[in-house]
């Protein structure tokens, strides 16, 4: 027997679930279902989303019985995945998108049957989220877009934030992924077009020189050109050397050795005496406090810190 889709949709109110994020979304909706006695022996049928961000809202139903059974425990990293796809989007970026959702509301009114009651099911939405979320991720990004612009035009003088930059950056590689021009992109998000062209130049220039790196052999030298990027891309990332080294496809390691020698060429090397020295110990011992914390109390490198205590117990051993 073939289970009929109005049979299976609620006859009162349907469960919902609301917040300002997808996962505080869900995790209302799940509480909201395991709270209902007479739920707990359903599954999921057709989960319609209302996702707003800034002012452009969208609505998709999903019905992939795997991504709803993991939605059911809290699980939204299937879900993200299939917007990601659907929006064109890097999953990263995708990612940071729907972080800027400023209303989601999630309801749930049709179920499938229970497990094992022979029934067939087959759902049928009404709201497709790959011919929903293109154009949603295009309006997404233009709302974006014009939050960077209104943050950076309250002060001139001020530099964007970490989160400007990320967002800046989201928007004018995704804009040129989905065959927009600098002027498109500067129309749709009233972005200065300088602004989207020197972004997506040192987007281009960060992705030839990972290329670059990849290809690099062992104990050759790095480039002018390529140390440059590193140090640019560290200051867009506010010396995250993680995140730097995630953007341009090398290892971390290898970005915390160019940032020590670019600081060691910036700043003379300090020297510090034996006092200052004992009174570090001193402190890391009596108050069990880590070397770094000392050492940011004294004004002593963390590096610098953590050489003296290892030496220090290296000594109390022999």
Known sequence: MRGNLQSYRFKGIPAEGTGRTL?????????FWMSRPTLLSHNWGVLTLQITVGSTPVTIEVADPD?????????????????????QLDLQDAEMLLSETTDVVATVDRIRPPVGSGMAWTPDPGLSAPNVMPTAGMEWLSDVGQQVDLEVRRDRGRPRTQRGRDLLRLVVGTGHEQGLSDASISRRTNLPVSTVRDTWERIMREQRVSKEFKGRKKGQ??????????????????????????????APRTVRDMRRSMEAKRSPRRSYTQAEKRELLDI??????????????????????RGWVRKAKLDSLK
């Open 23 to 31: 996962d505080e979304a869900i995790s209302d909706l799940s509480n």
């Open 284 to 305: 890391v011992r009596q108050e069990q406090i880590s070397p770094t914390e000392a050492g940011r109390r004294l004004g002593v490198s963390g590096r610098t810190a």
């Open 221 to 250: 030298r790095y480039t002018a050109e390529q140390k440059q990027v590193v140090k640019a891309t560290l200051e867009d990332t506010d010396g995250n050397a993680a995140e730097t080294a995630r953007r341009l496809g090398i």
């Open 67 to 87: 991504i709803l059974d993991a939605l059911e425990v809290g699980d939204t990293s299937s879900l993200v995945q299939m917007l990601a796809r659907d929006m």
